[in-house]
């Protein structure tokens, strides 16, 4: 079994800043690629930001110049994304999700979070 637990969201006016953290906990073998997605009411869901196993990111171009996604490097398999600037169209829910190889399998699989509230008021 695998989780993927999201932390850190919640309310907050316009210009602030939050840190949303993700955990992915189970027989995981190796992450390939971790990141997060969001979605407002009435729209599809987006990237957000994703970290490779190598190193390298990937910015929605909303989220470009305020969000910087990192790895934690005092939590296992945990990544956090640092969100600055926060304006009323960032409010969404965001989803973690990860592309995981578990232990006994041969493929990685994807996997998402449940999702954790960010609203940015005016």
């Known amino acids: 079994q695998v989780d993927l637990v999201e932390s850190g969201g919640g309310l907050v006016q316009a210009g602030g800043s939050l840190r949303l953290f993700c955990t992915a906990s189970?027989?995981?073998?190796?992450?390939?690629?971790m990141g997060w997605y969001r979605q407002a009411p009435g729209k599809q869901r987006e990237l957000v930001a994703v970290?490779?196993?190598?190193?390298?990111?990937?910015y929605g171009d909303s989220v470009k110049g305020r969000f910087t996604i990192s790895r934690d490097n005092n939590a296992k398999n945990t990544v956090y994304l640092q969100m600055n600037g926060l304006k009323p169209e960032d409010t969404a829910v965001y989803y973690c999700?990860?592309?995981?190889?578990?232990?006994?399998?041969?493929?990685?699989?994807?996997?998402w979070g449940q999702g954790t509230q960010v609203t940015v008021s005016s």
């Open positions: 999700n990860a592309d995981l190889l578990l232990d006994g399998r041969s493929d990685y699989d994807n996997y």
């Open positions: 970290l490779t196993s190598g190193g390298s990111t990937k």
């Open positions: 189970g027989s995981i073998r190796s992450i390939n690629v």
